[in-house]
C-alpha cells in the first residue's frame, strides 16, 4: 500500500510540475514600457566592430592588416531619409535599404499575428526602435556598408515568375566594383545573397565577406494565459556539433560569445519564427553574438580573400527569415531544424511532428491528424495498457473483500497493509499496475505538447466548429470540459484506492486536470480526451472479459464441489 500511494502521489506532483514548469521563469523582470534607443543609428555601425577574421588559413593575413573603413567611410544621410526598395513575394514583403543593402523590413503575407486580425501581420525585421530587426551583408575591406549602392528599379515583384533576382552595385573612386544579389523563390523563406567583388584596380585587393543581424532584446512580459510568452526568444547559434541557445541575462555579463567553425549558422528566434545567417559550410566562419543595451548583434565574417588586379571572385551566403517551416529548413540545412525549440524531448518530438505531417497529408486536417496518431499511441501500448486494465479489473472484483479487510484491520494499520499486500498476492494482482502505463506515455505526452506549441505547421490551425486554433486554448473551454468528464468516466471503470486519502486526491483529479488543461493548446487537449476516451472504451472490454473469466471460474468450482450423483 505504501508503494501504491507514492506512485499515486508522485503522478500527481508530475503534473503539477509540468503544468508549472514555465512558472520558474515567471519572476522575470518585466520588460520596459519600450526599449531605450540604440546610442548610434543601427545602419551606422562600422563594419570594422565585426570580429576580427583570425581564420587559420594561410592566405588570410592577420587581423591587423584590415584596412580600416571607420575613419573613411563617407557620411551616409539617416535611413529615414533614403528611399528603400520595395520586394515583393508571394510569401514575403521585403524592404531593402539602398545603404549597404541592408534589409530593414520583412512581412510575413500569410502569417497575422492573431487571427482575429488577418491584416496585422509579422514583422521579423523592422528598422524602428521597439521591434528592431535589421540584416547587414558586406564585404570587409570596401566602405560597402556605409555606402549608398545603386538599384535598376525601386521595387520588385515576383508575379508569376519562380524565381526573382534584385541586384545593387557600388563602384569605389579606385575601380573596385561590388555586386550584391537577392535571390528569392516561390512559396520560399530562403534569400540567397551573391556578392560579386571585381577588382578594376592597379594592385591586389583584400576582403572579407560577412552578415550581420540586429534583433531587438529584451525580457519578455510572461503570462500564463499566453503560451507565446514562453517559448525562447534570443540569439542561437549552431557550431557544426550541436546549438546552442545564447540569454540575453549571460550575454550581458561579460565578453561576447565567439566561436570560429565550419558549417555552422547564428540567428535570433523566436516563436515559431527565425532569422538567421547560414555561410557556406566549406569554409570556416567566425561566429559572434553579443547585446548592447536592447539590441543583440549576431555576426558571422568569412575568411579573407586576395583577388589580384583585373580579376573577380563572389562570396555567397544564404540568409532565412521567415516562419520555421521544418521542411524547408531541412533543405537548407538539416541543422536548421534545430532551431524548432522541441527541448530536451527533441529525439521524440521530430519523430512524432513526422508522423504528424504524414497524417496530415492524408486527411488534410491537423486536428485529424492528432486523433489519427493517438490512435496509433494507443495501439503500440495496446499490451502494456491491457496488461495494467487486468489488474486494475482485478482489484474492482476484490472491492468487496478489501473493505472487509479494512473493517477488520482499522485501527492497526500494519496489519492491514499486510493483509492487503496477501490478498494482492494470493490473486496476482499487481496494485501499481494502473500507474505504470502514465508513467510511460507521459514523455509522449510532454513530446506532444511542444510540438503542438512550437510547430509553425499547426499554428492558427484549425480543427473544427469552434475550434479554430490548435496552437492556443480552447476559447470556450469546451474541450477541456469533455476531457474532464471522461477521466471522470474513466476513474468509475478503476477501483477506488483502498487508502482514504489516496481516494480523495483521486477524485479531485479530474477537476485539477480540467482547471490546468483549460490554458494548455487545444490540439493537446484533444490528444489527451482522445486518449482517455480510447483508455474508457479498452478499460471497458477488459472489465467485461475479467467479470465473464471471474463468473466461468465460479462455475468452474462449483461443479468440482458439488457432490457427485447416486449410482
Known amino acids: 500500500m505504501d508503494n501504491q500511494r507514492l506512485l499515486t502521489w508522485g503522478l500527481f506532483l508530475m503534473m503539477v510540475w509540468l503544468t508549472y514548469t514555465s512558472w520558474v521563469q515567471f519572476n522575470a523582470p518585466p520588460p520596459p514600457a519600450e526599449p531605450a534607443a540604440p546610442t548610434e543609428s543601427p545602419l551606422d555601425v562600422p563594419a570594422a566592430d565585426l570580429?576580427?577574421?583570425?581564420?587559420?588559413?594561410?592566405?588570410?593575413?592577420?587581423?591587423?592588416?584590415?584596412?580600416?573603413?571607420?575613419?573613411?567611410?563617407?557620411?551616409?544621410?539617416?535611413?529615414?531619409?533614403?528611399?528603400?526598395?520595395?520586394?515583393?513575394?508571394?510569401?514575403?514583403?521585403?524592404?531593402?535599404?539602398?545603404?549597404?543593402?541592408?534589409?530593414?523590413?520583412?512581412?510575413?503575407?500569410?502569417?497575422?499575428?492573431?487571427?482575429?486580425?488577418?491584416?496585422?501581420?509579422?514583422?521579423?525585421?523592422?528598422?524602428?526602435?521597439?521591434?528592431?530587426?535589421?540584416?547587414?551583408?558586406?564585404?570587409?575591406?570596401?566602405?560597402?556598408?556605409?555606402?549608398p549602392m545603386q538599384s535598376e528599379a525601386s521595387s520588385y515583384t515576383m508575379n508569376g515568375s519562380d524565381t526573382l533576382v534584385v541586384p545593387f552595385t557600388w563602384t569605389s573612386d579606385d575601380g573596385l566594383t561590388v555586386t550584391k544579389t537577392f535571390t528569392f523563390k516561390r512559396g520560399s523563406y530562403r534569400i540567397d545573397v551573391s556578392q560579386t567583388v571585381t577588382n578594376g584596380t592597379s594592385s591586389a585587393w583584400q576582403g572579407d565577406q560577412y552578415a550581420q543581424l540586429l534583433r531587438r532584446s529584451f525580457e519578455p512580459d510572461r503570462s500564463m494565459f499566453d503560451v507565446d510568452s514562453y517559448s525562447f526568444d534570443g540569439a542561437i547559434v549552431y557550431d557544426g556539433d550541436s546549438s546552442e541557445k545564447l540569454k540575453r541575462k549571460d550575454l550581458r555579463k561579460g565578453s561576447p560569445y565567439k566561436i570560429t567553425t565550419a558549417g555552422g549558422y547564428?540567428?535570433?528566434?523566436?516563436?515559431?519564427?527565425?532569422?538567421?545567417?547560414?555561410?557556406?559550410?566549406?569554409?570556416?566562419h567566425v561566429f559572434q553574438i553579443s547585446t548592447s543595451d536592447n539590441v543583440m548583434v549576431a555576426s558571422a565574417v568569412g575568411p579573407r580573400r586576395t583577388i589580384e588586379a583585373g580579376g573577380s571572385d563572389t562570396y555567397d551566403m544564404t540568409l532565412f527569415v521567415g516562419p520555421k517551416l521544418q521542411d524547408q529548413l531541412e533543405e537548407i540545412d538539416p541543422a536548421l531544424k534545430l532551431t524548432v525549440d522541441y527541448g530536451i524531448l527533441t529525439m521524440l518530438s521530430q519523430p512524432m511532428f513526422w508522423l504528424l505531417s504524414l497524417a496530415y497529408d492524408f486527411v488534410g486536417n491537423w486536428g485529424v491528424a492528432?486523433?489519427?496518431?493517438?490512435?496509433?499511441?494507443?495501439?503500440?501500448?495496446?499490451?502494456?495498457?491491457?496488461?495494467?486494465?487486468?489488474?486494475?479489473?482485478?482489484?474492482?472484483?476484490?472491492?468487496?473483500?478489501?473493505?472487509?479487510?479494512?473493517?477488520?484491520?482499522?485501527?492497526?494499520?500494519?496489519?492491514?497493509?499486510?493483509?492487503?499486500?496477501?490478498?494482492?498476492?494470493?490473486?496476482?494482482?499487481?496494485?501499481?499496475?494502473?500507474?505504470?502505463?502514465?508513467?510511460?506515455?507521459?514523455?509522449?505526452?510532454?513530446?506532444?505538447?511542444?510540438?503542438?506549441?512550437?510547430?509553425?505547421?499547426?499554428?492558427?490551425?484549425?480543427?473544427?466548429?469552434?475550434?479554430?486554433?490548435?496552437?492556443?486554448?480552447?476559447?470556450?473551454?469546451?474541450?477541456?470540459?469533455?476531457?474532464?468528464?471522461?477521466?471522470?468516466?474513466?476513474?468509475?471503470?478503476?477501483?477506488?484506492?483502498?487508502?482514504?486519502?489516496?481516494?480523495?486526491?483521486?477524485?479531485?483529479?479530474?477537476?485539477?486536470?480540467?482547471?490546468?488543461?483549460?490554458?494548455?493548446?487545444?490540439?493537446?487537449?484533444?490528444?489527451?480526451?482522445?486518449?482517455?476516451?480510447?483508455?474508457?472504451?479498452?478499460?471497458?472490454?477488459?472489465?467485461?472479459?475479467?467479470?465473464?473469466?471471474?463468473?466461468?471460474?465460479?462455475?468452474?468450482?462449483?461443479?468440482?464441489?458439488?457432490?457427485?450423483?447416486?449410482?
Open 51 to 147: 570580429p576580427a577574421a583570425d581564420l587559420p588559413a594561410a592566405e588570410i593575413p592577420e587581423a591587423d592588416a584590415l584596412p580600416e573603413t571607420n575613419a573613411t567611410r563617407p557620411a551616409v544621410p539617416d535611413v529615414a531619409d533614403v528611399e528603400t526598395i520595395k520586394v515583393t513575394t508571394d510569401v514575403m514583403a521585403l524592404e531593402i535599404s539602398p545603404v549597404g543593402g541592408t534589409l530593414v523590413s520583412a512581412t510575413m503575407l500569410n502569417y497575422p499575428k492573431s487571427k482575429d486580425d488577418p491584416n496585422d501581420l509579422v514583422m521579423l525585421l523592422d528598422d524602428s526602435t521597439v521591434n528592431l530587426g535589421l540584416i547587414r551583408t558586406g564585404i570587409r575591406g570596401a566602405a560597402l556598408h556605409t555606402s
Open 266 to 284: 547564428v540567428g535570433s528566434i523566436q516563436h515559431h519564427f527565425l532569422n538567421a545567417i547560414i555561410p557556406t559550410a566549406e569554409r570556416d
Open 370 to 567: 492528432i486523433i489519427l496518431v493517438t490512435i496509433l499511441i494507443k495501439l503500440v501500448f495496446y499490451k502494456l495498457t491491457e496488461s495494467s486494465g487486468r489488474s486494475m479489473a482485478k482489484m474492482r472484483n476484490l472491492q468487496p473483500r478489501m473493505k472487509m479487510l479494512q473493517e477488520r484491520y482499522k485501527d492497526d494499520r500494519q496489519a492491514l497493509s499486510q493483509a492487503m499486500m496477501d490478498l494482492y498476492k494470493r490473486e496476482k494482482v499487481n496494485p501499481a499496475a494502473g500507474c505504470l502505463p502514465i508513467l510511460v506515455q507521459m514523455p509522449f505526452f510532454l513530446a506532444f505538447y511542444w510540438v503542438l506549441v512550437e510547430s509553425v505547421e499547426m499554428r492558427q490551425a484549425p480543427f473544427a466548429l469552434w475550434l479554430t486554433d490548435l496552437s492556443s486554448r480552447d476559447p470556450y473551454f469546451i474541450l477541456p470540459i469533455i476531457m474532464g468528464a471522461a477521466m471522470l468516466l474513466q476513474q468509475k471503470l478503476n477501483p477506488a484506492p483502498a487508502d482514504p486519502v489516496q481516494a480523495k486526491v483521486m477524485q479531485v483529479m479530474p477537476i485539477i486536470f480540467t482547471v490546468f488543461f483549460a490554458f494548455f493548446p487545444s490540439g493537446l487537449v484533444l490528444y489527451w480526451a482522445t486518449n482517455t476516451i480510447l483508455s474508457i472504451a479498452q478499460q471497458w472490454k477488459v472489465n467485461k472479459v475479467v467479470e465473464a473469466e471471474e463468473k466461468a471460474k465460479k462455475q468452474r468450482k462449483g461443479k468440482k464441489s458439488d457432490p457427485a450423483p447416486d449410482a
